[in-house]
């Protein structure tokens, strides 16, 4: 009878605690929606400020498809008519030259371009896993993850809800 008293007790002492490290816990940092996204401190800009959307789009010139949903995307928010998104778009070329290049060829506003020349080997390649391939990310002024792999036609509808 007195080990019965003791498992009990202890069993209701465990999921007291459990229940208690839960709610302190709160958000955690990840990828997926619902996480809290990972630092966005590009080129000594961070771009979570508490005000604006964020759409993380990563891309190189060698992946045909990130090339053109990162133009699809530049366009599609400078035509949308608000201030409360930001485009962030990281190129992962290694060599610089072959980033400005793309970049005015494509047309794209420097000042919504950043480039990684540290490509596979930076923290964010890492952080955003991105070895599965290139993808975005759109991030609540909060900082927390609201979608992933947003399509062009899709941006407005999560910014104006």
């Known amino acids: 009878m007195r080990y019965l008293k ?7 002492t465990a999921i007291f605690l459990m ?6 816990t709160g958000i955690t940092k990840g990828i997926q929606p619902g996480n809290l996204a990972p630092e966005l401190n590009l080129q000594g800009l961070n771009l979570i400020n508490g005000k604006d959307y964020v759409l993380l789009q990563f891309w190189a010139a060698y992946d045909g498809t990130s090339r053109a949903m990162n133009t699809q995307m530049h366009n599609v928010i400078a035509h949308l008519g608000t201030d409360n998104i930001r485009l962030a778009s990281v190129s992962m070329d290694e060599s610089s030259a072959v980033y400005e290049g793309i970049v005015k060829a494509d047309g794209l506003n420097p000042a919504t371009q950043f480039n990684e020349p540290a490509g596979k080997h930076a923290a964010i390649f890492k952080a955003y896993r991105l070895n599965s391939g290139f993808g975005n990310w759109l991030i609540n002024p909060e900082g927390i993850i609201i979608a992933k792999d947003v399509h062009p036609k899709e941006i407005a509808g999560y910014i104006s809800d």
């Open 19 to 24: 229940g208690a490290a839960t709610k302190e």
């Open 6 to 12: 003791r498992i009990s007790f202890l069993a209701f």
